[in-house]
């Protein structure tokens, strides 16, 4: 692998003109970093890709690991100079003063800066126009014919000269660098300020150009991109890098909190960006022993004991589990370790979900105060993961019947962001809208003056035998009347495949399939609130999928405890079923916030209907369909 390294990198150092083999180069060295976790080196040659490029494949995985790549190397970065700072800083006067010297020389060298420029104030302008002339680059050309930019090895020559005499550059014109500041010179040598190395040895751990070999052809790639939230360091005088060392107690503890804060939050993206588990047990285990007061409130906990289950250790696990439970008891992450399924909200706990449908029930029934008050006890519990859409959407409703509108509309909008899929998400955006002209739609009802239709007079025909036959008697024209004979009705024979069906009836009630029906829901221990509102939800479902028929729904009571919607009618009882059939299907979406178990479909005629709200014996009724259509009711 090492070997292969050291190929790609030179391939994508001479290759100047095939995009496709560069970028080839460029994924697999990222490919390799990524596996050997050098994960700086891995965002570098991620960010090298030229995109777009078809032969890459899946543009969106790279993108994907690019963008948490990103996160980690700053957090990375962020650390290693914080670090580095503070080595400086626990050296001693001489050293460390010697350190700097060291450290300037090398970074005025980089940056193709002397001494002189300093004492005239470094600008670029004065800089470049004492600038002394590189040697001549073709002077020791002797081929012949051969011309330079054919020539690899002269090339070759070229760029380390021009590079070891001015540093690298950008491609830019020679305008925009002069008017520029002249720390604007390089993007390459603010990596290598950004990361200095091992202060006692003097020496740097800088990351060297991905592009250029080095004697042995082998060199770790740098970070390149502007990620690091690590300023550029402007002055590279000793004083200038002085001023960023942590001396004073006020500054070292500032350093110290980026180190805090950048190791837990590097753990969280090992955990959740990469899924490196390992990893991220590692980090925090390292903040753990740099910083053992920064424990997030347990989060530090409960994050290890995740990650120790992820990768088996279930020792650890309970370890840490148990210092998070003795530490931080009354912590929200102690809620997450406690109840393990959060970490999975498909899965819920047995016990939230019987407590969360005993609230739900009390709702429906129009106990609102004890629902209410049982809902925020269950939520400081439990938490947001078992609120379910149906729940969200009656407390909604029940808002809108005490005219609390804001808090309608906030519980709606927590239905459609917490659950996009729900088919409730719909019906609460269009609540939501209502709500918001609640007040011009009820002053537009209150002041519409509606006038009924005058009825068509009824035209009466005067019928009077006596007048025609006196009008007969005076005519005097006695050839054209003719003895009347009386019309005898002709017995009508029944095809026997033609017969109606009968009547059936028991001790108290008699259906009659052949006469009109109704189509009856009725709602047990339902509050008038919801079951107005499933009134209201069936009027536009008629509206939208039977608007030829203008069926009619009524709400009515059978007793105290059963409300009835009567949907009004059909021509007999085969029609009838057929609309009821296919609204009992419906009705798991269009009133899903109703549980089925409060509500059933019956068809029946105005006079068992009439019969049935005096007598109650609902039971009987329901005897007499089933003798009528077994199993259907």
Sequence with gaps: TTAAVSFFKKSTFYNQSNLSYKNKAFLTLAEISYQQKKYKNAYSFYDSLQLPDSTLGDISKIMERKSALV???????????EDSLQSIAALSPADRDAFLKKLSKKLQKERGVKDEDFVSGNSASDYFNTKNQSSDIFSNNETKGDWYFYNTSLKSKGFNEFKRTW????????WRRVSGSDQNLITSSQRNNQNSGNPKSGLLTGDSDPLSPSANGVSDAGVSGPLEDINFQNDISVQGLLAN???TKPLMDSSNKKVAIS???????????????????????KSLNRFPDSLHNGE?????????????????????????LKKFSGSKFTQYVVHPE?????KKDTAATRRYDDIYNLFIEGKFDQAIKEKHNADSLFGINYWSPQLLYIESVYYIHQRQDSLAIKTLKEVISQYPTSPLREKAAIMIDVLGR????????????VERIKEDSQIVVFDDTRLSQNIVRQSGDTSVQHKIQPVVAEKAVLNPDKKLPPPVSNATFTFDPNIPQYVMMVLNKVDPVY??????AFTRYNREKYYSLNLQVIKDTLDKERTLLIFSQFENADAAIKYRDRIKKDAASEISWLPADKYTFYIISNTNLELLKENKKLTDYIDVLDKKYPGKF
């Excluded at 996160?71 to 100079?81: A, D, F, G, S």
């Excluded at 250790?313 to 998070?324: C, M």
Aim: aromatic residues 12%; hydrophobic residues 30%; contains cysteine.
């Design 342 to 346: 959060r970490f999975n909200p498909s």
């Design 531 to 536: 079951s107005s509102e499933a009134g209201n």
């Design 300 to 324: 530090l906990y409960m994050n290890l004991f995740y990650c120790y289950n992820k990768i088996g250790n279930s020792a650890k696990a309970d370890y840490y589990k148990n210092l998070l």
């Design 167 to 174: 540093g690298k550059r950008e491609n830019v014109d020679n």
């Design 71 to 81: 996160q980690i190397v700053k957090h990375i970065n962020i650390i290693e100079r």
């Design 263 to 285: 190791l837990f939050q590097l753990g969280k993206n090992y955990q959740n960006l990469l899924e490196d588990f390992n990893e991220a047990i590692n980090t925090y285990e």
């Design 245 to 247: 060392v942590p001396l």
């Design 438 to 449: 609640r007040d011009s739609i009820e002053n537009y009802l209150t002041n519409l003056h």
